[in-house]
């Protein structure tokens, strides 16, 4: 039996000035997949991720999440019904320590994240919740290390650890791994495979080998459009994918296969 979509949009559409960046989109991703977006630069990826996370109005167009229109629904709306951007909750306080920062996080649902006057003994409850959110995330050492203090990549990790504070159901990540280095790269493949467990992620990935490691199911956008749609071996034999998207890289891959 096929699992439902937990999120779907029809005819999705955001057009600026005249400009159509995002053109009919029909998106649909299943519950308890890892589903990547993918496309070349100004596909409109990250305009498609915005319009999911209420960062942008769409002109036209329909978004529903567990089958019920959330078109019109702000952010923190959807993030309480369990649909959260990552690095939207972003560990932001780099002279507060990795402990504070998902601590803060876990404050939010609370009404009480910018309490920042309140003891520590009343704090208290929250920390070990957040020490378990950390060790999720491979940063158990790190807890008493300020963020500013952190390489690149652990702090990527202590931004996925703010967002599993909401405990969301769908987590959206938007390239999570830009920037890295290989190491970096392979911690993070691990970590949101690991995340994953119970949960479903759509993810804007530039990385091929990642969304290869990673997605069950892969959307290409071009010029705004869905281009393909499939498994990776099948979209990445597609000739439009390879013409409009890998190109290069595809090259290099299979020099180097």
């Known amino acids: 039996m096929t699992q439902p979509f937990i999120l779907e949009t029809r005819g999705l559409t955001k057009e600026f000035r005249g400009f159509t960046a995002v053109d009919d989109v029909n998106l649909q991703v299943q519950e308890g997949h890892i589903h990547a977006l993918i496309g070349p630069n100004g596909a409109g990826k990250t305009t498609v991720f915005n319009l999911l996370t209420k960062f942008l109005p769409p002109t036209r167009g329909e978004i529903l999440y567990r089958g019920k229109p959330i078109t019109g629904m702000k952010a923190n709306e959807i993030a ?25 996080a876990l404050q939010r649902p609370l009404g009480t994240s910018f309490h920042f006057w309140k003891s520590e003994k009343s704090l208290a409850p929250l920390n070990a919740r957040a020490l378990a959110l950390l060790d999720e995330v491979g940063l158990a050492d790190y807890a008493d290390v300020l963020t500013v203090e952190m390489p690149y990549g652990r702090k990527r990790a202590l931004e ?41 992620v759509l993810m804007v990935e530039h990385n091929l080998s990642v969304v290869s490691r990673l997605c069950d199911r892969i959307t290409v956008l071009a010029r705004g459009s869905v281009l393909a749609e499939g498994d990776y071996a099948s979209v990445s034999a597609d000739p439009r994918v390879r013409e409009a998207y890998m190109g290069s890289e595809a090259a290099q891959e299979e020099t180097h296969a």
Do not use: C, K, W, Y
């Open 80 to 104: 309480r019904l369990g649909l959260v951007r990552s690095f939207q909750i972003s560990a932001v306080f780099a002279h507060m320590t990795a402990l504070e920062n998902v601590r803060v």
């Open 160 to 200: 996925v650890a703010t967002t599993l504070a909401l405990d969301p159901t769908m987590m959206l990540l938007d390239e999570p791994t830009q920037g890295m280095g290989a190491e970096d790269v392979d911690r993070i493949v691990e970590l949101i495979r690991r995340v994953a467990r119970g949960r479903t």
